[in-house]
Each structure stands twice: as C-alpha cells, then as structure tokens.
C-alpha cells in the first residue's frame, strides 16, 4: 500500500517555493539571519528524514550482507507500490529550495551543490558509516541518487519558471496602470540625456570615496579653464553622438546653483521602457541640487512620460541609491546589478526593485587600494550581446562565481578585464543604437587601455566610438557617466501634447 507521508514533505516544498520565488521576498533572502535560519531548518528536515519509521518500504533486510552499490538492472519494481519514489523527489526538492535561498549561487551551481550533497553525499555517508560498523550492514542504492536527481531538476525548473511567472505578473499589473507601457525594452537607447555645464569641477565633496577622483582645484583661473575645458569636451561628446545618429536632448547647467558634477545625469535620473522616470537619493549635498523637474517636462514634451517615482526623501535618512552609476541594469532580462557602497543602500534598492519589477544582484567591490568601488558602472558595463566586467574587483570568490554565472545566463558574451583596466574606466561604457547600427561609447583613455582581443569581442556586436574627455575624467567618471539613456517610448503621432516635427 502506497503511504502518503510525503504529501506532507510536498506541502513544504510549495511553501519553500514561494518564499525562494517570490520577488518581494529578496530583501529577505539576502538577510544573514534568514539565511542561518535556513540552514537550521535544513538541518532539522534532514534530521527528521532520517529517523523517520513511517514509511512503507526498506532499502533491504538488516544482516551481514557486505555493503555494495546496487546497478540500475537491479532495482526491485515492488518499490514503486510504495512511497520512495515521491519521498525522495520531494525530499531532494526541498533540499534543492533550501540551498537556493542559503547559497549566493546561480541556480544552475545550486543544482549541483545538492545534487552533490544530498545525491551522492548521503550515500556516500551512509557507504562509509556501513563499512565503520557504525550502523549495521546496509545496500546503498544508486536509484536513490537518480530518483533525487529528478526531484533536484524539477525544484529547479520550477523555481525559475514562477520566478518568471511572478516578475512577469507584475510587470503586466504595472502596464494596466501605465498604458504608455507598450514600448519593447532595449538594452541600447537610441537617445539620451546631457547636460551642458557652467561650472564644472572635480568636486570636494565626492572625493572621500571616489579613488577614481583627481585632487580639486583651488586657482581661480585654473577653475575657469577646466570648466571652460570641459565644456569644450560635453560638445565634443554630444557632436560625436549625433554623427552617429543618436538623439542628444541637452540641457544647460542652470545660473547661479553650485553643481560641479552636473554633467554626470545618469546618476540622479533613469527613464524606462513602461514610461516611468525615477529620480534618486544622492550622497553628496551638491549633488542633491542637480535634480531638476524642468528636465523631466523637457524629456515629457518629447516622449511618453507615465510616472515620476522619486526616491529622493530616504536621503534625508542618510540612506542613498545614486541611479545607474549605483545600479547597472539589464533592461531586458530585468536583472539590477549593484556594488555595496556608501552610495549604495541595500533597502532602497529592494524598495527600486519591487516598484520596477526587477531582480537584483549584490556584490562587494574593491579597487586598487583595497577600498570599495563608489559606483557599479565603472566596473561593469551591459551591452546587447555582451557584458565588460571587472570580475577581478569582486574579492570574494563565491559571490564573482555567482555574478560572472548571473551574466553569462543571460546568454551574453562576458569580457573581463582586470583591476588596471577598471582604473583605466574601461568598464565605464555604454551601448546606444545609432543610424548605423549600435555603438560602444567610452573614452579614449578607456580604449587605449583594452587589449585587442577584448576591442574584437565588443566589435563583434557594436562599434567602438571613443572620445577623449580628460577634464571630465578628473572628477571621477567617464563618457558612460555623463549619459543618462532614454528608454522612454516615444510619443504617439496622434497625442495632442506631441510637439510638432
């Protein structure tokens, strides 16, 4: 007679699923107490598995028998009439949840790890534990191993799929609410953002954290000629783009209001394929004065604009998010990517993901000098059909393996390049969609500092445009910092607040 004990164990296994799957529940999965409380209850499961008496079935009679591993041919078909099988498909099911929420893996390496552990591990254990004499002569039996291997994929398969089917769903809820939101996301703009600056400068609040960052100047007339320097180089930049069919909407730096870093938009303002445009909490006083609601109406007269989410207020609370220089974002798989630093706060970007419908990938950073990176975009760039990424800079080895796993299953071409490179900002780049075809825009500094084996992969998907900004470059960012893409759908020809041609 078939038991039914482990509708119990399957019971579980849903619940676990939705707590593994469900997007809201990220900023708890990646909480340590959460996670330690995982390990507990796993152990706990294991432990009640093994002494479990309530099951209708025995691996073989206890007695003298030497220990060996019983071939597939060999398996009895009266267990079939009993509850193993599903006891063990669920049973390696709930390992497989467990280890998803505990380990920073892809979902792929988890697989394996349980596979590993609670496949081949436990009988493995239980081989050794026969032959010690610590527990009675036993049959290890590899239709174990095969019948968890199947629980494992299919926990796995069902894992992404309600991953999926649970972001999915709240897009679709945000698009009921926006119905500008029927624009295709790309992951090259063909426009972007730029501002024109009036004073600019390597700025002193923003260099305690920015190694990339050269020393202020003091000189009256030496301000005068890096701003007047730096001028010169946004033209060159925006002339670039243009040539290349790339639609530059510029706004001058506004009179009279101390920015010096205004020329880097991308990090206190985003728009989106749904019509959304956020706005962000900034770390640095000055920066906080470049938000500016006349560029919102200027991109609004242009494109179709649904909603304005600020974020701006949690600043006030010394919590920060400084826009894609903070958050690199895989605008079609949905996926942000954020190096931990002060300018980057772990809860304000729970709080981004769950209002844009995003997953997120953490990791810590360091330069050169041991320090953590100030932002995310000067080590990693995400392209059409590649990523560039400074995997070097991610010092622990467990959360590189994930992150570089993470790129490379979204199908892209991964091309790393190493921590002098990164201090070259040749991770600091960005793909747009030009007239011709998608371009790879980032300085000339950058460039030089590639090898011509990484410049082959990039020009396998875009060509590079490379422009030299070296005034720019003093204050710590590059040509990747001073655009903000536009992924705003366009206005519809018949909507009355379009401009005219």
Same mark, same amino acid.
């Given at each position: ?10 019971? @579980?296994?849903?619940?676990?699923? @939705? ?5 809201? =529940? ?35 009679? @206890? ?22 099988? *599903? ?8 390992? @497989? ?67 999926? $089917? ?7 809820? +945000?698009?009921?609410?926006?119905? =500008? ?63 290349? #069919? ?18 880097? *938009? ?6 989106? %394929?749904?019509?959304?445009? $956020? ?29 304005? =989410? ?10 920060? /998010? ?6 690199? /974002? ?9 190096? +931990? ?6 809860? $304000? ?28 975009? $000067? ?10 990424? #400074? ?20 199908? +892209? %071409? ?15 780049? /960005? ?13 000339? +500094? ?41 992924? =705003? *759908?366009?206005?519809? *020809? %018949? ?7």
């Amino acid at each position: 007679m078939l038991g039914f004990g482990w509708i119990g164990t399957a019971a @579980l296994a849903v619940v676990i699923l @939705l707590l593994a799957a469900h997007p809201r =529940l990220a900023s708890y999965r990646r909480d340590r107490t959460f996670r330690i409380a995982a390990i507990v209850f796993l152990l706990f499961v294991q432990l009640v598995a093994n002494s479990s008496v309530a099951v209708d079935y025995k691996r073989a009679e @206890l007695g003298t028998d030497v220990v060996r591993l019983i071939p597939l041919v060999q398996f009895d078909a009266n267990l079939l009439t009993t509850s193993w099988l *599903p006891e063990q498909i669920t049973m390696a099911a709930v390992d @497989l949840l467990l280890l998803a929420i505990i380990l920073p893996l892809s979902l792929r390496q988890v697989a394996l790890w349980t596979i590993l552990i609670f496949g081949i591990g436990i009988e493995a254990n239980q081989a050794w534990a026969n032959m010690s004499g610590i527990t009675p002569s036993f049959r290890i039996d590899i239709h174990d191993v095969a019948a968890r291997a199947v629980g494992i994929g299919l926990a796995a398969i069902a894992l992404r799929a309600l991953r999926n $089917v649970l972001v999915d769903r709240q897009q679709r809820q +945000r698009r009921v609410d926006a119905p =500008l939101a029927r624009h295709v996301a790309t992951q090259a703009p063909s426009a972007v953002v730029m501002i024109r600056p009036a004073a600019f400068q390597p700025n002193p609040e923003t260099a305690a954290d920015n190694a990339f960052q050269s020393a202020g100047v003091t000189d009256v007339a030496e301000r005068q000629s890096v701003a007047a320097k730096a001028q010169v180089e946004v033209a060159a930049v925006a002339t670039a783009l243009r040539g290349e #069919g790339v639609g530059v909407v510029m706004f001058d730096d506004r009179e009279g209001i101390d920015t010096p870093d205004s020329v880097f *938009p991308n990090n206190w303002i985003s728009t989106h %394929d749904d019509g959304r445009v $956020v706005l962000y909490p900034m770390a640095a006083p000055s920066r906080r004065r470049e938000r500016r609601g006349d560029v919102v109406e200027g991109l609004r007269e242009r494109y179709g604009v649904s909603q304005v =989410l600020d974020l701006s207020p949690v600043e006030l609370e010394g919590r920060y /998010l400084e826009g894609t220089g903070a958050l690199v /974002l895989d605008h079609v798989h949905r996926i942000a990517y954020m190096a +931990r630093s002060g300018r980057a706060n772990e809860a $304000v970007l729970d709080q981004w993901c769950e209002a844009m419908g995003y997953t997120a990938e953490v990791f810590d950073t360091v330069d050169q000098a041991g320090q953590p990176i100030y932002h995310t975009n $000067v080590v990693l760039s995400i392209a059409t059909d590649f990523v560039v990424a #400074g995997l070097g800079n991610i010092p622990d080895p467990v959360e590189r393996a994930r992150i570089a796993a993470r790129l490379g299953e979204t199908g +892209r %071409d991964v091309i790393e390049i190493d921590r002098g490179q990164v201090a070259e900002f040749a991770g600091n780049g /960005l793909e747009l969609t030009g007239s011709r075809g998608r371009i790879f825009a980032l300085s000339t +500094r950058a460039l030089a500092a590639l090898r011509p084996d990484q410049i082959a992969a990039i020009e396998t998907s875009a060509r590079i445009l490379a422009i030299g900004i070296p005034t720019i470059e003093r204050s710590g960012g590059s040509v990747r910092c001073m655009l903000a893409g536009v992924h =705003l *759908p366009p206005r519809q *020809p %018949d909507d009355p607040t379009a401009p005219a041609a």
